[in-house]
């Protein structure tokens, strides 16, 4: 069998690329060889491996250099970097495997745990396999929730508007929660607390999001504390109010049943 494949259009734009090697249109290399298994290990370690590759400089720069990186995208540097919503799908896409594995051992730790009734368990159990089922769009709702929460926070500052911090916690949320989940996969079969688990990624989640924030708008670490103390109250009534909607919605909707006695 012949595993030479004759192309004269690029696969991706259709424009003529006979007589090349990528195309001078979109600059898609021109793919000319049937697809075996081993260029197909070998094209996932030139997109995820390569130490020159946008996701490894991503990955990286985020905890460096995070203004590079954010604020680059934000001014249209589109090449040196996944771009934002792409490195958000690859975060989903970690965090719901984590979500796969880890949904029954974290029933199991609240169950023999002692922390909690046995109402408190099965109504947890009940948001666990809600959160699981919608974890992706929950995800994306909160977003825009977060980049409100920072615009509010900095609306005295007048370098990024309420899109722009979209942008950054497009990155910085799926930066952070991506890196802890791979972290705590591990973890959260060690130990039976499930507290301890919460406990150990907030402080780091606020730490990294103050530290981001500081970088791109280049403020002192007084201002950086302050402003991170007011996005933990203004946090904190979001998360009231979201939590009673919710709560509300699932009684509405018979996922949650209120005992009458």
Known sequence: MNDLIT????????????SYTFCPDCGA???????TF??????????????DN????TF???FTKPEKVIDGYIHGLRKRYVNAFGYFAISITVTGIYAFFVKDRLKEIMKFGGQFTKQQIEIQGTIFDTTFQYQSMLSFLLIPILA???RLVFLNYKKYNLTEHFVIYLYAYSHIVGTMTIILLPLTFMVDDFMFVGM???????????????????????KIIIKTFIFLV???????????????????TGAIEIPTK
């Open 60 to 62: 990286i720069h985020l």
């Open 148 to 150: 409100i929460m920072s």
């Open 7 to 18: 192309i004269t259009n690029c696969k991706n734009c259709g424009q003529q690329i006979e």
């Open 29 to 35: 290399k021109k793919i000319t060889k049937r697809i």
């Open 234 to 252: 203004v946090g904190a009534i979001f998360y009231i109010l979201i939590s009673l909607a919710i709560f509300l919605i699932m009684v509405m």
């Open 200 to 222: 150990v990624q907030f402080p780091v989640y606020i730490f990294y999001m103050a530290f981001v924030l500081k970088r791109l708008y280049q403020i002192n670490l007084k």
């Open 54 to 57: 946008s996701f490894i400089q």
């Open 38 to 51: 081993k260029n197909l290990i070998q094209d996932f370690a030139d997109r995820f491996l390569n130490l």
